[in-house]
């Protein structure tokens, strides 16, 4: 069984930065794409960063140049340092892993619970 729980969500005023975390556990065999989508309320999940296993980035436009994805493959774990958050960053945050548990299984898409993030103005 996969799991991921993140953590680090919280209020924060505009123009500061919180990290989230997020760390896979259970039978893992290996973990290749890891990432953060975000939902606000009547909107769709959208992208907000991915890292591949060897380290390729994306980001959401919305994001560019204020969120840093990254990745601890001896933890895990993957984080979110996100800065300069603004109003409309507000939402709930969720990670994905992309994870083969055993070596026989295949490659699934695992999320976390969500975490909620609020940018007050």
């Not at 380290?55 to 340092?81: C, E, H, M, P, W």
């Not at 960053?89 to 299984?105: E, H, P, R």
């Amino acid at each position: 069984q996969v799991q991921l729980v993140e953590s680090g969500g919280g209020l924060v005023q505009a123009g500061g930065s919180l990290r989230l975390s997020c760390a896979a556990s259970g039978s893992i065999f290996s973990i290749n794409a890891m990432g953060w989508y975000r939902q606000a309320p009547g909107k769709q999940r959208e992208l907000v960063a991915v890292i591949t296993s060897s380290g390729r980035l994306n980001y959401g436009d919305s994001v560019k140049g204020r969120f840093t994805i990254s990745r601890d493959n001896a933890k895990n774990t993957v984080y979110l340092q996100m800065n300069s958050l603004k109003p409309e960053d507000t939402a709930v945050y969720y990670c994905k892993g992309d994870i083969q548990a055993t070596y026989y299984s295949e490659r699934l898409d695992y999320w976390g619970q969500g975490t909620q993030v609020t940018v007050s103005s």
